[in-house]
């Protein structure tokens, strides 16, 4: 009995273990976003999406989640004009 109770207890505590860590990648994942300047020279090997741009008459910010030559994936924010404004 105490045998199988010591048992569910490492299942228990090895279940919140595995879910603090995932978390703890997600958030260093979230982290990790590289901001564009003119200097930059990022290793785009492939792009995996890019934030819609909002229909404003201004400057916003847009994301884009790219894979480099390496396969690893990065996030990188940028702004860019919005498509709102009309040229009249």
Known sequence: ????????ALCGFSTFAM???SGAKVN???ARVEQYTYSS????????SVS???N????????MTY??????QHIMAYQVM???????
């Open 67 to 72: 894979l480099d030559s390496q396969g690893q």
């Open 56 to 63: 404003v008459c201004s400057v916003v910010p847009a994301r």
């Open 41 to 48: 020279h990022p290793d785009i090997a492939k792009v995996v």
């Open 1 to 8: 009995m105490k045998v199988s109770m010591l048992v569910l």
């Open 52 to 54: 819609e741009v909002p």
């Open 82 to 88: 919005g498509s709102g404004c009309n040229n009249g």
């Open 28 to 30: 260093q994942q979230q």
């Open 19 to 21: 879910a603090e860590e």
